[in-house]
């Protein structure tokens, strides 16, 4: 199936990853969102679990390995052409990840990668809703710091 004017939604996944800190950003290299800073992630495959794509997808644009949490946020994202019609249509679960290993090695369809500090994001060019995702992931991050501390 053609991702662009889809039948159907596309499932894709993202992921926060999160390191010292800070946070894994890629610009995109495609559409959609072409130039855009994002979260790194992409579609699922046909018979691929949702953890197993996003592990995937990290390694592919980002070099890296890391480990998946838990959902942080289910949305989607539906963009138009000019008449009107569905161009894209993504189902997106992002998901909490922490960094475990490598050194950011950006693939291809992706022009940068960077760990910025969330403080930083203001004033990038961002895909719509990154923000308030970014901010929940971090707050569900402390909680469950804090809780492991209490244990």
């Known amino acids: 199936m053609s991702r662009k004017y889809p039948h159907w939604p596309i499932?894709?996944?993202g992921g926060i990853v999160v390191k010292g800190g800070?946070?894994?950003l890629v610009r995109?290299?495609?559409e959609p969102n072409?130039?855009?800073?994002?979260?790194p992630g992409g579609a699922v495959r046909l018979g691929e679990g949702l953890r197993e794509a996003l592990t995937?997808?990290?390694?592919?644009?980002?070099g890296i390995e890391v480990e998946i949490g838990e959902v942080v946020e289910v949305l989607d994202r539906v963009h138009y052409d000019q008449e009107g019609r569905v161009r894209y249509h993504y189902i997106?679960?992002?998901?909490?990840?922490?960094?475990r290993a490598g050194k950011l090695a950006p693939a291809s369809d992706v022009l940068e990668a960077r760990w910025l500090d969330p403080a930083s994001l203001q004033g990038l060019p961002l895909t719509e809703g990154l923000t308030p995702?970014?901010?929940k992931a971090l707050?569900?991050?402390r909680r469950e710091r804090r809780r492991q501390r209490a244990d």
Do not use: P
């Open 34 to 39: 072409h130039n855009l800073w994002s979260l």
């Open 139 to 141: 707050s569900l991050r």
């Open 11 to 13: 499932v894709a996944v």
């Open 28 to 30: 995109r290299g495609m």
């Open 22 to 24: 800070k946070v894994l």
């Open 56 to 62: 995937r997808e990290i390694q592919e644009e980002c």
């Open 92 to 99: 997106i679960i992002d998901f909490l990840v922490s960094w």
């Open 133 to 135: 995702v970014v901010e």
